[in-house]
């Protein structure tokens, strides 16, 4: 896990492929059991591209 102490830190934060992979699963999932009605994005798979 990383801590950090304050959010202009976030700018020096390095992630590999699959951690950028697992945030984005996470922000998926997080969203889904937040927001009703939720769908995936049509453009998720080319966000996982990219990330």
């Not at 590999?16 to 984005?24: H, P, V």
């Not at 969203?31 to 939720?38: A, I, M, P, T």
Request: charged share 30%.
């Amino acid at each position: 896990m990383i801590k950090l102490e304050n959010y202009g830190e976030t700018e020096n934060l390095k992630l590999n492929q699959e951690r950028r992979k697992s945030f984005l699963d996470f922000m998926m999932l997080y969203y889904e059991l937040q927001l009703q009605g939720f769908r995936k994005p049509k453009s998720l798979e080319i966000l996982q591209q990219l990330f």
